[in-house]
Antibody
Framework: QVQLQESGPGLVKPSQTLSLTCTVS??????????WSWIRQSPEKGLEWIGY???????YYNPSLKSRVTISIDTSSKQFFLKVNSVTVADTAIYYC?????????????WGLGTLVTVSS | SYELSQPPSVSVSPGQTASLSCSGD??????TYWYQQKPGQSPLLVMY???KRPSGIPERFSGSSSGNTATLTISGAQAVDEADYYC?????????FGGGTKLTVL
């Protein structure tokens, strides 16, 4: 069973870049079975899909965040990454990495425990 | 943007049937997914593609979808089922989540 672990700074200043890492274990990050995803959750916006990446490097983003978000992958280290530029307090949330089973209608099968990121000066 | 609407709360007595609804435009023509989230935990997939139950999810969970509404049904709800439930669907290659329903079993 795939296991996911988020890591990164818990506090980011406004206008700076939020950077998170998700480490994959229990499965191959090069498996064509999954898209590697980022989802966030806040009291204000609820659950919000950020985007995902395939092991080939192909990315798919939520249009509402696309201009500020970059997802990348390093298959050798079994990690994928999230960067959100120009953050504001509205980006304060619990950030989850998750698997999305590949196909036309992906299912978010496995989730990490989540990491809280607070945007504050 | 695609909107999914869920009632904020539903209450049910133990052993009774809980019906959690999720509404969206032409939702019956899309697949609906359901996630259970307990306090301090990550969401857990409990139903996918309208009515498919993942391995390990009890048979008392079932799903259906028609028209503009999808429904997650918990037959014989138990105290352990008390949680927030979120529906999710895909529209124009973007995943959208409902605002969630807090299920209280008491």
């Amino acid at each position: 069973q795939v296991q996911l672990q988020e890591s990164g700074p818990g506090l980011v200043k406004p206008s700076q870049t939020l950077s998170l890492t998700c480490t994959v274990s229990g499965g191959s990050i090069m498996s064509g079975d999954y898209y590697w995803s980022w989802i966030r959750q806040s009291p204000e916006k609820g659950l919000e899909w950020i985007g995902y990446i395939y092991y080939t490097g192909n990315t798919y983003y939520n249009p509402s965040l696309k201009s500020r978000v970059t997802i990348s992958i390093d298959t050798s280290s079994k990690q994928f990454f999230l960067k959100v530029n120009s953050v504001t307090v509205a980006d304060t949330a619990i950030y989850y990495c998750a698997t999305a089973s590949s196909g036309s209608y992906p299912t978010f099968d496995y989730w990490g425990l989540g990491t809280l990121v607070t945007v504050s000066s | 943007s695609y909107e999914l609407s869920q009632p904020p709360s539903v209450s049910v007595s133990p052993g009774q049937t809980a019906s959690l609804s999720c509404s969206g435009d032409q939702l019956g023509h899309k697949y609906t997914y359901w996630y259970q989230q307990k306090p301090g935990q990550s969401p857990l997939l409990v139903m996918y593609r309208d009515n498919k139950r993942p391995s390990g999810i009890p048979e008392r969970f079932s799903g259906s979808s028609s028209g503009n509404t999808a429904t997650l049904t918990i037959s014989g709800a138990q105290a352990v089922d008390e949680a927030d439930y979120y529906c999710q669907a895909w529209d124009t290659n973007t995943a959208f989540f409902g605002g969630g329903t807090k299920l209280t079993v008491l």
